[in-house]
């Protein structure tokens, strides 16, 4: 149990054009969903936390109007970079928290992003 | 200061050794703990979460938190190549953070044939 998918697992867009990740909780409804971005090497560094319904809340210095955050339903949240630069290739990942009051995250696989 | 420290490694160890990965934390509010085992371009899988102190046995693993020095640890028995890979430890402090996790640096772990 406690699955997250994220759709696609790879892509390659050109400068300027938008991009948009899904987030998926395929066996549980997640009340709460995580953006994190990760350089090689690194750890995790959080984006922004979703609540269904309700805006995204945006951690210091990542624009809201570059990275759009949607947490439409219980199971699906996504992300969409917004006019790419090269500088936002990045390996995004997304987690899920199941709505019964836990407090563990359970993480999709990633998209590697590349903007040329 | 970070809120969660973690010595980065990378560590290197023979297979059947007994592994130790250790953070420390700051922050006293946290009280949920977890630790996160991470592949090369994957993303992480929940390995342990823990509530408070104390100690919780999994299979190979064992996690340990020690509230009063902030200390936590994640044992491997046994290491095993496939166990190679990235190891995140993590807090939160329940409640109103919304889950919201603070992470430890990662330790880049190796075991060799």
């Known amino acids: 149990g406690a699955v997250v998918s994220q759709h696609p697992s790879r892509v390659i867009c050109k400068s300027g054009t938008s991009v948009k990740i899904e987030c998926r909780s395929l066996?549980?409804?997640?009340?709460?969903m995580f953006w994190y971005r990760q350089f090689p090497k690194k750890s995790l560094m959080l984006m922004a936390t979703?609540?269904?319904?309700?805006?995204?809340?945006?951690e210091q210095g990542v624009e809201k109007d570059k990275f759009l955050i949607n947490h439409a339903s219980l199971t699906l949240s996504t992300l969409t970079v917004t006019s790419a630069h090269p500088e936002d290739s990045s390996f995004y990942i997304c987690s899920a928290r199941p709505g019964q009051g836990g407090n563990e995250q359970f993480f999709g696989p990633g998209t590697r992003l590349t903007v040329l | 200061q970070k809120e969660v420290e973690q010595d980065p490694g990378p560590l290197s160890v023979p297979e059947g050794a007994i592994v130790s990965l250790n953070c420390t934390y700051s922050n006293s509010a946290f009280q949920y703990f977890m630790w996160y085992r991470q592949y090369s371009r994957k993303g992480p899988e929940l390995l342990m979460y823990t509530y408070s102190s104390g100690n919780k046995e999994d299979g190979r693993f064992t996690a340990q938190v020690d509230k009063s020095s902030k200390y936590i640890s994640l044992f491997i028995r046994d290491s095993q190549p496939s166990d190679s890979a990235t190891y995140l430890c993590?807090?939160?402090?329940?409640?109103?953070?919304?889950?919201?996790?603070?992470f430890g640096q990662g330790t880049i772990l190796t075991v060799h044939p």
């Open positions: 979703s609540n269904e319904g309700s805006k995204a809340t945006y």
């Open positions: 993590a807090s939160n402090a329940g409640g109103t953070s919304y889950g919201k996790l603070t």
């Open positions: 066996d549980f409804q997640a009340t709460t």
